[in-house]
């Protein structure tokens, strides 16, 4: 009777429960139905707002065309004919460089193992491009210059490659930087010099110097004057590149997130103030006013900048004799102890990062001497560094723990410097700082001194240059940007000039002062406020 009841209940209920299921299927396919309904509206939806967006690039392409055509208008008729003249040699330098590829390719084709990778891109590649760079003169070995020197903005294989970029030029004749001189001067040149060497003592793409003797004072000198027709060669240049960079955008807007008009602003404001001498001679200026008022004149020196004589096209500048921190003999015999040389070259350029309006941002063995009378010689202020507050503050921690080899202190002080959207994690960034600063070590140096007789003085003038595998140094701090920009960072400028000075007084360090160690010797403040004591001590 209860097994009769218990199936007359489950028989009771066994519609209910059968018929359950096939409400469910309904409503389920109610909703596929609705939920296809509403991916329809969605899809339409997608493609109209797609479309509106297309709608509107093409709006903002149409609203910025009237300012595209007056620029480039207005940046032609700053051109001048100048333009045409650059171009047809720019052309030249194509067909040259261009055929020097086709010679290669065909080379290669017949090799096995077919056109080599670094090929592909034709004259784009990375050498081929060095190469046009080279050929295209002054203006374009600058950029490859500010290529190298910029790893944060450029590919790391052509920021490699562009560190063979040479600032090599054969000398203007003497005939011609003397009808500069006088165009300057608006005097007869006997009037304030009493001699003037024929022979330059240097040549570059941009400038080139001669020694000199002032008229009164018999003060010993060097002219450094900008080489003809260079001013005319970087504005048409630089103004070509505007355009393109310009043109660049306007077809693919997506590259103003890159910034690239601004990058290439940035460049033209650089390179023009370098040819500006003015601008040097109130570095320099500014420099000396430093090392007076830290009371550092006994210690360190910037040459005088004689006004009277200097203008926007030349430079005249008192001579100062020494030898460059790489001729460790030469060092010798003028102080005892070449590590305290170093020490004071240390404290005064970590001095001038905070002590001056701008710091010495080419401190490579051509610009940075020992004087005979011992004190540390700071030369050619064309480049540059201004250093911002916080970029300062982030350096120190960075510097501070790069010494204790503290690799989390050393990322987050990164983290604070870089510009980033994501959340880093700093332990794995640490993790990998650490295998890359462990290479260090493994950098090497090779050094050639060259002594050369001056033709005016029975005193020999020593030159000397540093060899440093400037591959290497640079692969150690492109391995940090690497790096870097895979957790999502973006560096300022300044940290590469500050990186690029540190690896040169690292080379000068395990020459002059193998045991020392730069960031941690007592005797060397890189921290501010010590550095201010310290200095006015």
Same mark, same amino acid.
């Given at each position: 009777?209860?097994?009769?009841?218990?199936?007359?209940?489950?028989?009771?209920?066994?519609?209910?429960?059968?018929?359950?299921?096939?409400?469910?299927?309904?409503?389920?396919?109610?909703?596929?139905?609705?939920?296809?309904?509403?991916?329809?509206?969605?899809?339409?939806?997608?493609?109209?707002?797609?479309?509106?967006?297309?709608?509107?690039?093409?709006?903002?392409?149409?609203?910025?065309?009237?300012?595209?055509?007056?620029?480039?208008?207005?940046?032609?008729?700053?051109?001048?004919?100048?333009?045409?003249?650059?171009?047809?040699?720019?052309?030249?330098?194509?067909?040259?460089?261009?055929?020097?590829?086709?010679?290669?390719?065909?080379?290669?084709?017949?090799?096995?193992?077919?056109?080599?990778?670094?090929?592909?891109?034709?004259?784009?590649?990375?050498?081929?491009?060095?190469?046009?760079?080279?050929?295209?003169?002054?203006?374009?070995?600058?950029?490859?210059?500010?290529?190298?020197?910029?790893?944060?903005?450029?590919?790391?294989?052509?920021?490699?490659?562009?560190?063979?970029?040479?600032?090599?030029?054969?000398?203007?004749?003497?005939?011609?930087?003397?009808?500069?001189?006088?165009?300057?001067?608006?005097?007869?040149?006997?009037?304030?010099?009493?001699?003037?060497?024929?022979?330059?003592?240097?040549?570059?793409?941009?400038?080139?110097?001669?020694?000199?003797?002032?008229?009164?004072?018999?003060?010993?000198?060097? /002219?450094?004057? =900008?080489? $003809?027709?260079? #001013?005319?060669? %970087? *504005?048409?240049? @630089? &103004?070509?590149?505007?355009?393109?960079?310009?043109?660049?955008?306007?077809?693919?807007?997506?590259?103003?997130?890159?910034?690239?008009?601004?990058?290439?602003?940035?460049?033209?404001?650089?390179?023009?103030?370098?040819?500006?001498?003015?601008?040097?001679?109130?570095?320099?200026?500014?420099?000396?006013?430093?090392?007076?008022?830290?009371?550092?004149?006994?210690?360190?020196?910037?040459?005088?900048?004689?006004?009277?004589?200097?203008?926007?096209?030349?430079?005249?500048?008192?001579?100062?004799?020494?030898?460059?921190?790489?001729?460790?003999?030469? /060092?010798?015999? =003028?102080? $005892?102890?070449? #590590?305290?040389? %170093? *020490?004071?070259? @240390? &404290?005064?350029?970590?001095?001038?990062?905070?002590?001056?309006?701008?710091?010495?941002?080419?401190?490579?063995?051509?610009?940075?001497?020992?004087?005979?009378?011992?004190?540390?010689?700071?030369?050619?202020?064309?480049?540059?560094?201004?250093?911002?507050?916080?970029?300062?503050?982030?350096?120190?921690?960075?510097?501070?723990?790069?010494?204790?080899?503290?690799?989390?202190?050393?990322?987050?002080?990164?983290?604070?410097?870089?510009?980033?959207?994501?959340?880093?994690?700093?332990?794995?960034?640490?993790?990998?700082?650490?295998?890359?600063?462990?290479?260090?070590?493994?950098?090497?140096?090779?050094?050639?001194?060259?002594?050369?007789?001056?033709?005016?003085?029975?005193?020999?003038?020593?030159?000397?240059?540093?060899?440093?595998?400037?591959?290497?140094?640079?692969?150690?701090?492109?391995?940090?940007?690497?790096?870097?920009?895979?957790?999502?960072?973006?560096?300022?400028?300044?940290?590469?000039?500050?990186?690029?000075?540190?690896?040169?007084?690292?080379?000068?360090?395990?020459?002059?002062?193998?045991?020392?160690?730069?960031?941690?010797?007592?005797?060397?403040?890189?921290?501010?406020?010590?550095?201010?004591?310290?200095?006015?001590?």
């Amino acid at each position: 009777m209860a097994i009769t009841a218990f199936r007359g209940a489950v028989q009771s209920h066994v519609p209910f429960l059968l018929g359950r299921p096939k409400i469910l299927v309904k409503s389920s396919s109610m909703r596929l139905r609705s939920c296809n309904r509403r991916l329809d509206r969605v899809s339409v939806f997608a493609r109209y707002s797609q479309a509106q967006n297309i709608s509107t690039r093409i709006q903002d392409s149409i609203d910025n065309l009237p300012k595209l055509v007056e620029d480039i208008v207005q940046t032609s008729i700053s051109t001048g004919p100048r333009g045409a003249f650059r171009v047809a040699q720019g052309i030249q330098a194509v067909l040259a460089v261009g055929s020097e590829w086709l010679t290669d390719v065909s080379k290669s084709e017949n090799a096995s193992s077919g056109l080599p990778r670094e090929m592909r891109l034709g004259i784009l590649s990375p050498l081929y491009l060095r190469k046009l760079f080279e050929r295209l003169g002054a203006t374009y070995i600058k950029l490859g210059q500010f290529i190298a020197s910029a790893p944060t903005l450029f590919p790391p294989e052509y920021v490699e490659e562009f560190q063979s970029c040479f600032d090599r030029a054969p000398p203007v004749p003497y005939k011609e930087i003397e009808t500069i001189l006088r165009e300057e001067l608006g005097r007869p040149l006997d009037s304030v010099y009493e001699y003037i060497d024929p022979v330059p003592i240097a040549s570059a793409s941009i400038a080139q110097v001669h020694g000199a003797r002032l008229k009164n004072s018999q003060q010993e000198v060097v /002219i450094k004057v =900008l080489k $003809p027709g260079i #001013e005319d060669i %970087l *504005v048409a240049d @630089l &103004n070509f590149v505007y355009i393109v960079a310009r043109l660049l955008e306007f077809l693919n807007p997506e590259l103003r997130r890159s910034s690239l008009v601004g990058i290439v602003k940035d460049i033209k404001e650089s390179m023009l103030e370098e040819v500006d001498f003015q601008k040097e001679a109130a570095n320099i200026e500014s420099f000396r006013r430093y090392l007076e008022d830290m009371g550092l004149s006994r210690q360190a020196k910037a040459p005088q900048i004689y006004r009277h004589c200097s203008t926007r096209r030349i430079l005249t500048m008192e001579r100062l004799y020494g030898v460059p921190l790489t001729d460790l003999d030469s /060092i010798r015999a =003028l102080v $005892p102890d070449p #590590e305290t040389a %170093l *020490v004071t070259a @240390l &404290n005064v350029w970590f001095g001038s990062l905070i002590g001056c309006e701008s710091f010495h941002a080419d401190v490579h063995a051509g610009n940075l001497w020992l004087l005979r009378d011992g004190r540390i010689g700071f030369l050619d202020f064309g480049i540059v560094g201004r250093i911002s507050p916080k970029t300062w503050a982030a350096m120190e921690i960075f510097l501070a723990s790069f010494a204790n080899e503290d690799y989390e202190s050393m990322a987050s002080a990164l983290v604070e410097m870089g510009a980033t959207e994501k959340n880093v994690d700093t332990k794995a960034f640490a993790q990998d700082l650490e295998k890359i600063f462990s290479s260090i070590q493994g950098l090497d140096t090779e050094i050639v001194v060259a002594t050369a007789r001056s033709p005016n003085a029975n005193a020999a003038a020593i030159s000397a240059n540093v060899i440093v595998d400037e591959r290497q140094m640079n692969a150690l701090f492109l391995d940090v940007v690497r790096v870097s920009e895979s957790y999502g960072l973006r560096f300022p400028r300044e940290f590469a000039l500050l990186m690029k000075q540190l690896l040169y007084f690292d080379r000068y360090t395990r020459l002059l002062a193998p045991n020392l160690n730069m960031l941690q010797d007592q005797r060397i403040s890189i921290s501010s406020n010590t550095r201010i004591r310290r200095m006015q001590q």
